[in-house]
């Protein structure tokens, strides 16, 4: 009885009323689903580095690198007695089901929820957008099905951050101009509270971007002597970063997160900006992440 008059208060009139996303000192929950390589093959398999954030409870974990900077930027966020990480690594797509449905229960713990997909892009039959697990691709809704009504959740944030790397977008000169047409933004459900940023630029780019960028300095007409491209080096995805630098900025900090994602969107842009000016990609336009949001309030971080 204790348990269900506590789950009945977590909802209050207050919560209804406010204009934001209330905050009850109860834990946001971080969920890793991470593939380290496409299905059956070990090529383009993401970076990996180790945790080095003493505070997360996956130091010294070697992780794809697009994890290992969410760690640092979580841990500079929240206390940690405020933080629950969950990673899902080269999980089969019933274990992925098996511990979604169990949030019907275990949601109750939280106030917020970010569901972080590192994994590969795959397009079904229909033209849907479907992610890579470690069994095989599935479509968007089999995640969000498994979370849509649950009333442990309801009304608090659920913030999705998709990395699905379109593998494709590595050979621009091999596809045709304005592929990412296949990628239709009805195709991603509506369901209320729900902010998602899927991005299909593969992390492989983010390196790639960053050398033309370096080079270019090096060769302006005023750089200074012996100045040299910067050695190759693991690189978080696009999205991640622009996310991380967004949200790090002093700024913005206190802007919420919808608001913020235009300003993520324009991030990407930047960062993207220096390999589409390549002989490569100038027939090709590298898009953007999409952004869907039927959240109900103001989330800040």
Avoid at 118 to 123: C, D, H, K, S, V
Avoid at 128 to 151: E, G, S
Avoid at 189 to 199: E, G, H, Q
């Amino acid at each position: 009885m204790a348990s269900q008059h506590r789950k009945k208060e977590i909802i209050t009139e207050a919560d209804w009323k406010s204009k934001d996303y209330t905050k009850q000192g109860r834990k946001t929950l971080i969920v890793y689903f991470s593939q380290l390589n496409p299905i059956g093959t070990l090529q383009h398999a993401k970076q990996k580095e180790d945790v080095q954030t003493v505070a997360s409870t996956l130091y010294q974990d070697e992780v794809d690198v697009d994890i290992a900077a969410l760690e640092q930027f979580f841990a500079d966020i929240y206390e940690q007695r405020h933080l629950e990480v969950k990673l899902c690594r080269n999980h089969l797509a019933s274990e992925i089901e098996e511990y979604l449905v169990t949030l019907a229960e275990d949601g109750w713990k939280y106030e917020a929820f970010y569901f972080v997909f590192l994994t590969y892009l795959q397009i079904g039959a229909h033209g849907d957008v479907q992610i890579q697990v470690y069994d095989k691709a599935v479509p968007l809704d089999f995640v969000f099905n498994r979370i849509k009504d649950l009333p442990s959740m309801a009304l608090k944030p659920k913030i999705f951050l998709i990395q699905a790397d379109n593998l494709r977008m590595l050979y621009p000169t091999q596809i045709v101009k304005a592929i990412p047409t296949e990628i239709e933004i009805k195709k991603i459900p509506t369901d209320a509270d729900r902010l998602v940023i899927l991005s299909t630029i593969p992390q492989a780019l983010s390196p790639l971007a960053d050398a033309v960028r370096e080079t270019s300095l090096v060769n302006e007409p005023y750089a200074p002597q012996g100045v040299q491209p910067a050695a190759p080096r693991l690189r978080t995805s696009v999205l991640i970063r622009a996310f991380i630098k967004v949200m790090n900025d002093h700024v913005y900090r206190d802007e919420n997160l919808l608001t913020n994602s235009t300003r993520i969107l324009g991030e990407v842009c930047h960062l993207i900006d220096p390999l589409q000016r390549t002989p490569d990609y100038e027939s090709y336009d590298i898009p953007l992440p999409l952004v869907t949001s039927t959240l109900t309030k103001r989330y800040f971080l």
